[in-house]
C-alpha cells in the first residue's frame, strides 16, 4: 500500500466541496443546477468515495511501515477528531440560530428551520444524545456516518491481508444489511427515524475508493464501450432524476417511484452507486492519465492563466476537506441569512454564493498555512543563522 498523493483526488474533492456549500444554502437558486438534480448520485458520494481514497494515502504508509495496530491507533485519532468536530460544528450552529433568533435577524425562525426545539425543549437528555450520537439531528448527520465508516476500516484492512476478497465479501454483505436488514443506528430517541446517511450503506462507495486507490483494485481500462455504456446509464437517469421530465410525464412519475427504493440516499441504494461509477469512470477518462487535461497549457494568455489561479484554488479546497466541510456547514447557514436579509434575485444570489466560495479558499488556505507550522520553520532558520 505505498501510495502517493494523486491531483485528481484533490481536484473532485475540492469541486465537492463547493457543490456542497451551495446544496446546504438555504433557497439558494444555484441548487437546481448541482449535479444532485441530473442524476441519482451527487456531490455526497463524491466526497466519500474521495475519502475513503484519502485515507488509503493517509493510512497506508502507517499500515505499511508499522503494522495493524498502529493503523488502528492512527485511525483512533482521526476518529477522535473527527468526533469533535462533529459536536464543535453542532454547538456552533445551534448557539448561532439561538442568536439571530434573540437579534431577530432575517425575520425567519432560525431554530425552527434546522429542527432544534426537540433539543432545547429537553436539553438534558439530548445532550446525552448528542455526545454518544443517539441523537443526530437532520444537517448534522454526514460526519457521524464517517465516524462509523472510519471505525470499519482496520477491520477491513485487517481482512484484506487474509485475502483482499475477504474484505469485498464484508463490504458488499454489510451494505446488504442495510438494505435489506434494515439495519441503522436511530437517530433520536423520540421517534423510529435513523441516521439520514446509514454508514452500513455508504460504507461501500467509501470502500471502492479506497480499494482503487490501495491497489486492491485495478483501474479500469479506457474503452470505447466502457464509456458508451456509462453515457447510457448517465442519460437513461437523466429523466427520473430531473424533476421538470419526471414531473412533467406521469408515467416517469410512476416509474420511478417504483424503482424508489433502489435510489434511496439513506441506505445508498444500488441504482444511486452504478449512477456514481458511470459518472466517476467518464470523469476518469474526461481528465486524462494522471489529471494531464486538468494542466493548464505553459503558454495560454489570460485564459489558461485564470484556469491556473483556479485549479490551485480548488485543489487547495480539496486538500483541507475536514476544516473546509465544517467551515461550509456552518457558513451556509449565515448565507441563508444574508438571502432573507438582502432579498434572492439572481444578482444577489450569485454575488453571496461567490462570497461563500472566497471564505472556504481563505479557509483552506489558512489551515494550509497553519498545518505548515511556520513558526518551527522561522525557528529552524534563526537557529541555522
Known sequence: MAISRDPRLDFFRGIAMFIILIAHVPGNWLTLWIPARFGFSDATETFVFCSGMASAIAFGRVFRDRGLLMVTARVAHRIWQVYWAHIGL???????????????????????????????????????????????????????????????????IGLARIHVLIT??????????????????????????????????????????????????????????????????VLLSLPFAYFRFYRAFEILSEMRTEVSWFIAKTDFGLLRYVHFLATAYLAWVAVGVGGRRLLPPSSGGRLAAFWRVSLAWIMKVGQQSLAVFITSMFLARLLGVMLDVFGRSYFSMVLVNLFGFSVLIGMAYAVGWFKSQPWKTERAKHAAS
Open 168 to 233: 469485498f465479501g464484508a463490504v458488499v454483505g454489510i451494505w446488504m444489511t442495510a438494505n435489506f436488514a434494515d439495519i441503522s443506528f436511530p437517530a433520536e430517541p423520540w421517534s423510529e427515524r435513523e441516521w439520514f446517511f446509514n454508514p452500513f450503506g455508504w460504507q461501500l462507495v467509501f470502500f471502492t475508493g479506497f480499494a482503487f486507490m490501495a491497489g486492491w483494485l485495478p483501474a479500469p481500462p479506457v474503452n470505447r464501450w466502457l464509456i458508451f455504456g456509462a453515457l447510457i446509464v
Open 90 to 156: 453542532f454547538v456552533a450552529v445551534a448557539v448561532t440560530m439561538v442568536a439571530l433568533n434573540e437579534l431577530s435577524i432575517g425575520n425567519r425562525d432560525y431554530v425552527g428551520q434546522l429542527n432544534l426545539y426537540p433539543f432545547f425543549n429537553n436539553a438534558q437528555p439530548n445532550l446525552l444524545g448528542l455526545l454518544t450520537l443517539t441523537y443526530v439531528p437532520n444537517y448534522f448527520d454526514i460526519l457521524p456516518m464517517y465516524l462509523v465508516i472510519l471505525a470499519m476500516m482496520p477491520v477491513m
